[in-house]
């Protein structure tokens, strides 16, 4: 079965510093990754999507890196604001199944 | 184009009772997925579909049960309600060329159980 965990569950940063989100998964034979953004009360916001034969998709301010041999991927953030703030959470897709992690809550400090 | 739709956005049952939520998507994708979600956790899989006819079970299927007669509706039922189902219900869908893709989320329905 496939076990996804996010480390760390909450991080507090002031606004203007770079971060670095983890993933970590423990079965390698994914179809791909997906970074979410969840504000609270409301649903999933797709990020960034990355194919198992890719190693990194950027989006603006953001890139995500995946290494499917060590089971990691990370969500780079640059250049952080407040807006930034909500849960982000990584999905590995283990055809037809998607598997989530538990999030990383994220407070930018202005 | 409204994506993933999802109603009720809130309901409150009582202990035993039954309910069905529902979810429909309008961009023609053939996989569709039901989430549950509790406070402060990830997201688990109750049950998917990866075409009209075909459903199969997820992490937490039980106390569930779901039907997908067309392609854009997938409704999930829930029977005999108990606390334990107290959570946020996510419906969403993605397509398929040969793997799931992105997945969309509709906005999701808030159940409490009393």
């Known amino acids: 079965k496939q076990e996804v965990t996010q480390i760390p569950a909450a991080l507090s940063v002031p606004e203007g510093e770079n971060l670095v989100l983890n993933c970590s998964f423990t079965?390698?034979?994914?179809?791909?990754l997906q970074w979410f953004r969840q504000d609270p009360g409301k649903g999933l916001t797709s990020l960034l999507l990355?194919?198992?034969?890719?190693r990194e998709q950027t989006s603006g301010r953001l890139n995500a890196s995946l290494d499917k041999s060590s089971g990691r991927s990370t969500l780079y953030i640059a250049a952080s604001q407040p807006g930034d703030s909500a849960t982000y959470l990584c999905a590995v897709g283990l055809s037809p199944k998607f598997y989530f992690g538990s999030g990383t809550k994220l407070n930018v400090k202005p | 184009n409204a994506g993933v739709t999802q109603t009720p956005k809130f309901r409150i049952l009582k202990i035993g009772q039954s309910m069905t939520l529902q979810c429909t998507q309008d961009?023609?994708?053939?996989?569709m997925y039901w989430y549950r979600q509790d406070p402060g956790m990830g997201l688990k899989l109750i049950y998917y579909s990866v075409g009209a006819g075909i459903t199969d079970k997820g992490e937490v299927p039980n106390g569930y049960n779901v039907s997908r007669s067309t392609t854009e509706d997938f409704p999930l039922r829930l029977e005999l309600a108990a606390p334990s189902q107290t959570s946020v219900y996510f419906c969403?869908?993605?397509?398929?060329?040969?793997?799931?893709?992105?997945?969309?989320f509709g906005p999701g329905t808030r159940l409490t159980v009393l």
């Open positions: 079965d390698s034979a994914i179809y791909n």
């Open positions: 969403a869908s993605s397509y398929s060329p040969g793997s799931p893709d992105t997945q969309y």
């Open positions: 961009m023609n994708h053939n996989y």
């Open positions: 990355i194919q198992s034969s890719q």
